[in-house]
Nanobody, 125 residues
Framework: QVQLVESGGEVVQAGDSLRLSCAAS????????MGWYRQAPGKQRESVAT???????IYADSVKGRFTISRDYAKNTVYLQLSSLKPDDTAVYYC??????WGTGLVRPVEYEYWGQGTQVIVSS
């Protein structure tokens, strides 16, 4: 059982940058994929970034070029660097981990076996 704890969300202005962290309670070496998804009020969950075990990264079109996902195996932590933030990026951001996801694309939220409690990002215009 792995527990994930997100942090780093806050209120920022449009154009600002932010780094979210996802700390795992155990090793993430065995994870086939880890990633971030978000949910804005009244909207469905949206995958924004995935990092697979081979190090490949995949992004949603809405964040491509602005967000960067990375991981630190020594710290069992996954990061999401958010840049050029827009009001539309306002959401609760969740970290997910999958032991079984295969493929090369974005991992859908429903595919994650583990997820955290989320961290709120609010982007004001």
């Amino acid at each position: 059982q792995v527990q994930l704890v997100e942090s780093g969300g806050e209120v920022v202005q449009a154009g600002d940058s932010l780094r979210l962290s996802c700390a795992a309670s155990g090793s993430i070496l065995s994870m086939k994929a880890m990633g971030w998804y978000r949910q804005a009020p009244g909207k469905q969950r949206e995958s924004v970034a995935t990092i697979r075990s081979d190090g490949s990264t995949i992004y949603a079109d809405s964040v491509k070029g602005r967000f960067t996902i990375s991981r630190d195996y020594a710290k069992n932590t996954v990061y999401l660097q958010l840049s050029s933030l827009k009001p539309d990026d306002t959401a609760v951001y969740y970290c997910g981990a999958s032991l079984s996801s295969w493929g090369t694309g974005l991992v859908r939220p429903v595919e994650y076996e583990y997820w955290g409690q989320g961290t709120q990002v609010i982007v004001s215009s």
